[in-house]
């Protein structure tokens, strides 16, 4: 049933969707050649590259939805509230995973542009982007599309000025970032995955229970 609703959220964007697949390409190769002085690596590229593509795809699903009364009319059907919301963040998870697989083809095809990523980095990337996405589904629930779009919006959007400034001030003050879990390497490589899935679940939970609450 959620990979009917994810199927469905595909439909609603997939003129952009072959756009983002580009885009996941092209992006992390520009921002590593732009941000190459600041060190990070590949880290810095990917994490900004791909917070940009789940929000551009991620707020494309909203606005259609919002405009059409989409959610509205889903849950006259089969599909309960708790399927809809477990849905979004299925598709988000699944676009990260897109995400990693074509940087690292990227990485892998040209790599004198890109750098390979560890596992911890992308542990790392999806924790902040589990962080991110999972304080602005429950808000979105809450306010309504209309009212959070603009907050998010420009938030997201001032990302790329903002992330170079707080890695060159990390790197003069001599902080680790992303910064590593203590122990042995395999704990370093898991913890940020375990730790993201826990914060999202705790997420759809309280999106859950908002959307549960609210008049359709």
Same mark, same amino acid.
């Given at each position: 049933?959620?990979?009917?609703?994810?199927?469905?959220? +595909?439909?609603?964007?997939?003129?952009?969707?072959?756009? =983002?697949? !580009?885009?996941?390409?092209? *992006?992390?190769?520009? %921002?590593?050649?732009?941000?190459?002085?600041?060190?990070?690596?590949? /880290?810095?590229?990917?994490?900004?590259?791909?917070?940009?593509?789940? &929000?551009?795809?991620?707020?494309?699903?909203?606005?259609?939805?919002?405009?059409?009364?989409?959610?509205?009319?889903?849950?006259?059907?089969?599909?309960?509230?708790?399927?809809?919301?477990?849905?979004?963040?299925? &598709?988000?998870?699944?676009?990260?995973?897109?995400?990693?697989?074509?940087?690292? *083809?990227?990485?892998?095809? !040209?790599?004198?542009?890109?750098?390979?990523? +560890?596992? $911890?980095?992308?542990?790392?990337?999806?924790?902040? *982007?589990?962080?991110?996405?999972?304080? =602005?589904?429950?808000?979105?629930?809450?306010?309504? &599309?209309?009212?959070?779009?603009? %907050?998010? /919006?420009? +938030?997201?959007?001032?990302?790329?000025?903002?992330?170079?400034?707080?890695?060159?001030?990390? #790197?003069?003050?001599?902080? +680790?970032? @992303?910064?590593?879990?203590?122990? @042995? #390497?395999?704990?370093?490589?898991?913890? @940020?995955?375990? *730790?993201?899935?826990?914060?999202?679940?705790?997420? =759809?939970?309280? $999106? =859950?229970?908002? /959307?549960?609450?609210?008049?359709?």
């Amino acid at each position: 049933m959620l990979l009917h609703l994810v199927k469905k959220d +595909s439909l609603l964007v997939k003129k952009y969707l072959i756009l =983002m697949f !580009i885009a996941a390409i092209a *992006l992390p190769v520009f %921002i590593q050649i732009k941000t190459a002085s600041l060190g990070g690596g590949g /880290f810095l590229a990917f994490f900004i590259s791909t917070l940009f593509i789940q &929000f551009i795809i991620f707020n494309s699903v909203s606005l259609l939805e919002y405009k059409f009364k989409g959610s509205a009319m889903l849950c006259a059907t089969p599909y309960g509230r708790n399927a809809l919301v477990q849905s979004k963040y299925l &598709f988000l998870l699944l676009l990260f995973a897109g995400c990693c697989v074509l940087y690292t *083809l990227t990485a892998l095809l !040209i790599p004198g542009q890109l750098d390979l990523l +560890s596992l $911890s980095d992308f542990g790392n990337t999806f924790l902040i *982007l589990s962080v991110v996405f999972s304080i =602005m589904i429950p808000v979105q629930y809450r306010f309504g &599309f209309e009212k959070s779009k603009y %907050i998010f /919006f420009f +938030s997201i959007f001032i990302t790329p000025f903002l992330a170079p400034v707080v890695m060159q001030y990390a #790197q003069a003050r001599n902080f +680790s970032f @992303p910064a590593a879990f203590p122990g @042995p #390497q395999i704990v370093q490589d898991l913890a @940020p995955i375990g *730790l993201a899935l826990a914060v999202g679940v705790a997420s =759809m939970l309280v $999106s =859950m229970r908002i /959307f549960g609450k609210q008049n359709l």
